[in-house]
């Protein structure tokens, strides 16, 4: 990014990230949520930033925000960082699958 600012520019609007969740609208995420399964959605929230697990957090239904709570107080410090990587490309997947077929637009709001 820091190296070829304009090539990164052109390249980010191609490649989705897993933080990248945080530009979908709250009915968007809802929706991706709906899907997921709520242990590998654990899983991929192990490592994230606190603003982008609020805001996955927020989008949930009790039941999840209670499986995902319960998940990470007690496998989060032995998750390793392998099973958190196949967790965000497995909520990549589904989210790719989504904004492909139109049901939420992700790539469109991607800033390089």
Known sequence: KSKDPKAYQKARQYVLLFEDIKYLSDDELEEVLSEANVELL????VSVDQDLY??????LNDTSKSMV???LDLKGDSTSKKDI?????YL???I??????GKI???SKIKG
């Open 92 to 94: 990549l997947k589904l």
């Open 54 to 59: 609020q805001r996955v957090h927020t989008n």
């Open 105 to 107: 637009d992700l790539r």
């Open 69 to 71: 709570d319960q998940f």
């Open 42 to 45: 654990s899983t991929a929230l």
């Open 85 to 89: 990587e196949a967790a965000q490309d």
């Open 96 to 101: 790719e699958k989504w904004d492909e077929s």
